[in-house]
Structures are given as structure tokens and as C-alpha cells.
């Protein structure tokens, strides 16, 4: 009997520093009013993320309006969203960033990278305790945004998967 294939890996996208950096000097503004920070959304990361051997899913505070806002002006089609619990008590204990538990618990026991500008080596370690599959939580420098650096390290990462179909 054939071995069932590797589940693709999972790409969780924070949106406030990876794709809207704070030091950015921005991209031609999107026509008609909307949050002034959208002029920093480099429409070249859709292509380039679309391009990942993944599945790409919104891991941000913006939820569902990622979809309505932020996917349209970056080509993307509808992710899936994370719907963040209400913080507990636990939050922010041993050092853990307030999304790592709820991501690890999203990834669902699947392989999985996180681009956020907020990881530390503490959630390295919990995610390497706590997943049973390989995880990279790869931290993106927020005055800057999602680089080539970024993408190589990525695309590496990724690379043993193939694209998915």
C-alpha cells in the first residue's frame, strides 16, 4: 500500500510589520480612501507568496478584513483566517508571544512557517517542544517588510515540498 503524501506545509502571514513594514516608504496608493498604511503594501509580495509550495493563512489581528483589504490589492485569493480566543491569564507567560499557541494549535499537527515581526527565541523553543512537525518561525524586521532575504529563507524551507497543486 502507498504512504498517503506529506501534508503541504502551512504559511501563517502576520500583516503589520511582514506586509505593511513601518519604515516604509510606501507604494503608489491604492485609488479611493482606506487606512493610510495600505500605501506601504508592496503588491509584488502576492506573486511572490502565491509562489510558496504552501498553503498561505492570515495569522493577524486584521482577520477577516485581511480578505476584504489586503488580499484584493496583493492578487491574493481568500485565505483562511485565524480567529484569535480572548487573551487568557497564560498569556505572556515564559516569555511566549500572545499567537504561538493558538497557531501551533491551528497547524494541527501539520508543517508550518510563521512570518511575524513579534517571534522570539522563546516561541522557537515552545513550537520545537510542542509540534510534532517541523516548524520554522522565521522573524521579519519590521522596518522593512518581507525581503529577498526573507523569501530565500522561505523558499528554502519550503523547498523540500514541491508546489502543491
Known amino acids: 500500500m502507498d504512504a498517503a503524501p506529506a501534508p503541504i506545509p502551512l504559511l501563517f502571514l502576520d500583516v ?16 479611493g480612501p482606506g487606512n493610510p498604511l495600505l500605501a506601504r503594501l508592496d503588491p509584488g509580495l502576492g506573486p511572490r507568496l502565491l509562489a510558496l509550495p504552501c498553503e498561505l493563512v492570515w495569522a493577524t489581528t486584521w482577520e477577516d478584513e485581511a480578505n476584504e483589504t489586503l488580499s484584493p490589492r496583493l492578487g491574493l485569493p481568500r485565505l483562511p483566517v485565524i480567529h484569535w480566543p480572548e487573551p487568557s491569564d497564560a498569556e505572556g507567560r515564559d516569555g511566549l508571544h500572545w499567537k504561538t499557541r493558538t497557531i501551533l494549535e491551528r497547524a494541527g499537527g501539520r508543517p508550518f512557517a510563521w512570518a511575524d515581526d513579534e517571534i522570539t527565541p522563546a516561541d522557537r523553543t515552545w513550537a520545537a517542544t510542542h509540534h510534532p512537525a517541523r516548524a520554522l518561525l522565521h522573524r521579519v524586521d519590521p522596518r522593512t517588510g518581507l525581503t529577498d532575504a526573507d523569501f530565500a529563507a522561505l523558499g528554502g524551507w519550503f523547498g523540500q515540498w514541491g508546489r502543491p497543486r
Do not use: K, Q, S
Open 16 to 31: 503589520d510589520g511582514p506586509l505593511i513594514p513601518f519604515g516604509g516608504t510606501g507604494y503608489p496608493p491604492a485609488a
